[in-house]
């Protein structure tokens, strides 16, 4: 799993490892069951302390993407995941900020469902529905 993190951005490093995790899990990168690297390799192959990958590994399975198993370490949850209703209403509130972002900027509702479907497809595509 290559995972690039940007030293320079405004976002916490903890937050761009854990969205590279999830993006990683949707384009099947990672596959369901996998093994993730423990926090202490993971932390020394990119080059960050091992604090910040735990943190973003917390986050993870607080929202329901990985499990910690005490003899496997982290493993990829199989999917659909099991979504908290937290991150449920997190999805809802992320859908109504992009749409009214999408509008302020003129954009009209067919150019947001291409661009959703755009980023859809470049996961594989796969419905869990």
């Given amino acids: 799993m290559l995972i690039e993190l940007d030293f320079n951005s405004e976002k916490p490093i903890y ?23 423990s926090v202490r390799s993971l932390g020394e192959e990119i080059g960050i302390n091992l ?15 990985i499990q910690m198993d005490r003899r496997k370490g982290a493993l990829v949850s199989s999917l659909p995941i099991q979504a908290s209703p937290k991150t449920e209403a997190e999805l809802e509130d992320a859908f109504a900020l992009l749409t009214a972002k999408a509008k302020l900027m003129g ?3 067919a150019y947001l469902l291409n661009r959703l479907s755009h980023y859809y497809k470049q996961t594989g595509g796969v419905q869990n529905d």
């Fill in 15 to 37: 937050e761009q490892l854990y969205e590279a995790i999830i993006l990683a899990m949707a384009n099947g990168e990672l596959a369901p069951n996998e093994s993730l690297p």
């Fill in 51 to 65: 604090h910040t990958v735990n943190k973003a590994y917390n986050l993870l399975k607080e929202e329901g993407y």
């Fill in 107 to 109: 954009h009209n509702e």
